[in-house]
DNA sequence: GCCAACGTTGGC
DNA sequence: GCCAACGTTGGC
């Protein structure tokens, strides 16, 4: 008898100046492929861990104040990543292939805005955030996992109700 | 633009 | 399989 897994929440990083969260919002259907991802604990969780409809906390780096921008949803289950085996692409692997794939996405969904946007220094002022992965320093993870606390903790700094959350919630049935 | 921190690479 | 060197990330 298969069993429902239960829903789970990952934060992604991504500088702004590369792919933001109004790119997402502005691609076809609101949904992207994550390509371009190099690092093995990332691959990891998009290959083995996110499932569609797990929750996404998109988070803008390396600009003047870093911040949860908005709510995503994991559209799909980890899959190669094509960019690996294209001599073209600026993130080409060439010791993957069609047949060896070595690196692994996932497609994201665009959920929500997160206005206002729930800060860097938000996160480190809130008892219930202030130990997240993406404020340790040093941190290169660009997808790392996130509590549930941690998701209706930043919910709530953003916009005080649950609404987004049931929004996110309802989202799971698709 | 600086620098600390980290993952990856490559010599041995 | 160790570890120093290197390249990259990202906050400041």
């Known amino acids: 008898m298969e069993k429902k897994q239960k829903r789970r929440y990952w934060l992604m990083k991504s500088e702004p100046s590369c792919f933001s969260?109004?790119?997402?919002?502005?691609?076809?259907?609101?949904?992207?492929?994550w390509d371009g991802v190099r690092n093995y604990q990332a691959r990891?969780?998009?290959?083995?861990e996110m499932k569609p409809g797990d929750g996404v906390l998109f988070y803008h780096s390396s600009i003047k104040t870093p911040a949860i921008v908005g709510l995503a949803t994991?559209?799909?289950?980890?899959y190669p990543d094509h960019t690996?085996?294209?001599?073209?692409s600026e993130h080409y692997d060439p010791k993957a292939g069609p047949d060896h794939p070595i690196w692994f996405m996932v497609d994201v969904r665009y959920l929500a805005d997160l206005s206002p946007?729930?800060?860097?220094d938000d996160l480190r002022a809130h008892p219930d955030l202030e130990s997240m992965g993406v404020l340790k320093k040093g941190n290169r993870l660009s997808v790392m996992?996130?509590?549930?606390?941690?998701?209706?903790?930043?919910?709530?700094l953003s916009i005080g109700d649950d609404s987004l959350e049931k929004q996110s919630e309802g989202d799971d049935n698709q």
Do not use: I, Y
């Open 84 to 88: 690996a085996w294209d001599p073209a």
């Open 117 to 120: 946007p729930v800060t860097r």
């Open 145 to 156: 996992p996130v509590t549930e606390l941690e998701w209706r903790a930043v919910l709530a």
């Open 21 to 33: 969260f109004e790119d997402l919002k502005a691609s076809p259907g609101g949904v992207v492929h």
């Open 44 to 48: 990891n969780l998009m290959r083995d």
């Open 74 to 78: 994991v559209a799909s289950l980890g």
